[in-house]
């Protein structure tokens, strides 16, 4: 069985910091991370590797730098990493990537299984996981908290909705976005970092998977990023700091008439 | 280009037609409006009634586009992106918005590339530019700290989906006309590659945060999940759901479905109430649409305080305790 898993480098944004004025992410000292929903994808693979036999190839668009990802995918037990990397990808948005990515993932070919993450933190749209399904012309499963059976033919996947959990069976070759319940990533075992430290990470341009030039980064994306802001919010609230027990139960009485004024109680 | 018209993905469950499908009718509205051209709602379903379908024109729709078939008796991928594909191409509509629900979020990107579209997830603010009648589009990136306006100028539809219950729908007008159209579609739009097999539904008391009049949450500052239970038992005695910063979910303080915030729930109730909780961009990310805001923190640097109506800085071990006192007797509890 071959399992392609698509990864994203993205910055660590638990640690972001904003310049209040310029209003642009402060990027020096933050390190780029896989994406952290995207190691359950590399986790759900390695397993169904061990399940199953096959292989497993991760694929990343970004930067030449993201090679990093793609070895950390290896340490986990990924077998194979494909970057994505040439000045006309630079600036895609998830139309024009997930095209990228399909490109590359015909070019690889054969593959039974595609496993994404749920979504990517940074951009944090979801979207390019449907839109590799869509330009592959293959069926796929969003949210995704077990694959239960692969067989010949289909695979049974559990994906978690506003109500409930959905049982469906799949046909195959299939793509499936996962989501942070379906298990528990694993370390990179020393083993996996000599592998990955050793690993030869082939680059492959818009040549290599014979990508329309029209369809490629800034130029090939539908949407426009015309301006970014700092969100202001205030709301300008009374502000209370009791300090005797007095003065305590003074606010807990505001706070009941304010109930009472709003009529929730 | 001959795209015209404001279009809506409505959804239904079991032949019901979800809030959600209301709340996006209230977003299409002034959209429709500012461009002088017909709000739709589509809608895919199996025997939904003729009477759900109005109430769709009753909460704001000039008309409504409707598919009957079998096959969308419960959500599957296939025939819903190669039915709305179709219509699509049929009606050239320029803007289509669907809700950011499990539903929404799959089939709206594989219809971005199946029509070549710009898709714009999340959107918090929707707005027409004056002019050139471009869809202008703000949505919070990068965990919530930065806020982008994004266009698509040369395709269309215009595609964005929007957080569902980050806005209230319109008030219904039973007397409000219009047309409902009954589509039909060939049999190879409504093939599926996949098959539900089974469908296991989750029933979890206070954990309906989304549609709660009263929430009250709990974070990081509750220390311990003993002391989380001051925030169940507020709750209770209000009748309200439970919300939960990532912090406390993370910790096993609550479960996933009561986390607020960006990578949670977005929540709109009259009232929200916290203790505990920084406020975090992402968490306030999740209660922008709250109607009243009442925050306890011992920090008086907290951000959550920015955004309460009512900010007390205090300890929440003293605090809530005589809170809890005085709504018991308050409400003979
Ligand atoms: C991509 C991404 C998505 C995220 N999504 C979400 C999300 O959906 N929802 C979410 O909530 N977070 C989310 N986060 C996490 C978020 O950044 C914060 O880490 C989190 O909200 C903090 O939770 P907290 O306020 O409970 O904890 P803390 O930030 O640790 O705050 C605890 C607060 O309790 C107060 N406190 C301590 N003791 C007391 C006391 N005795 N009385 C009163 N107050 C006290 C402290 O002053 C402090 O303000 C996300 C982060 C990322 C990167
Ligand atoms: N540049 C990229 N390279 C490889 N995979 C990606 C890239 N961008 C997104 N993905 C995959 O698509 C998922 C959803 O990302 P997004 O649509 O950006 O939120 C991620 O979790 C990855 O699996």
Known sequence: MKIIVPIKQV????????DPETGTMIRTGVEPIVNPLDLYAIEEAVRLKNQYGGEIVAVTMGPPSAHKALREAISMGCDEGILLSDKKFAGADTWSTSYVLSKAIEKIGNFDIILCGERATDGDTGQVGPGIAAWLNIPFSTYVSQISEVTETKVTVKRIVENGYQLLDVERPTLITVVKEINFPRLPTLDGKIKAKQAEIPVWGPEEITAESEHLGLKGSPTRVVKISTPKV????????????GE?????????RFFEEKEII | MDYKGVWILGEQDRGKVQT???ELLKRGKTLAEKLNVDLVAVLLGYQVSPAELESLIHYGADKVVYVDDPVFGNFL??????????????YKPEILIASA?????TVAPAI???????????CTGLDIEEGSRNLIQTRPAIGGNILATIKSPDHRPQMATVRPHSNQPMDP???????????????????????QVAFIEMKEEGANIQDAEIVIAGGKGCKTEENFKMITELAKILNGAVGASREAVDLGWAKYPHQVGLSGKTVSPSMYLCAGISGAVQHLAGIKTAQNIVAINSDPDAQIFQLADIAVEADMFEFLPMLIEKLKARLNK
């Open chain 1, 234 to 245: 205030s709301r300008d609230g009374e502000r209370f700091s009791p300090k005797t027990d």
């Open chain 2, 20 to 22: 959600v499908s209301y």
């Open chain 1, 11 to 18: 910055p660590e944004t638990s640690n972001v910091k904003m």
């Open chain 2, 77 to 90: 991928p296939d025939p819903y992106i190669n039915s709305l594909t179709k219509l699509i191409d049929k």
């Open chain 1, 248 to 256: 305590m139960e003074e606010v807990v009485d505001c706070i009941i």
């Open chain 2, 101 to 105: 629900t499990s539903t929404g979020r």
């Open chain 2, 112 to 122: 971005a590339i199946k029509c070549h579209a710009g898709l714009t997830a999340d």
């Open chain 2, 173 to 195: 007008d039973p007397t409000r006309k219009g047309e409902v159209i009954y589509e039909k579609l060939e049999a190879k739009f409504l093939k599926s590659r996949s098959r």
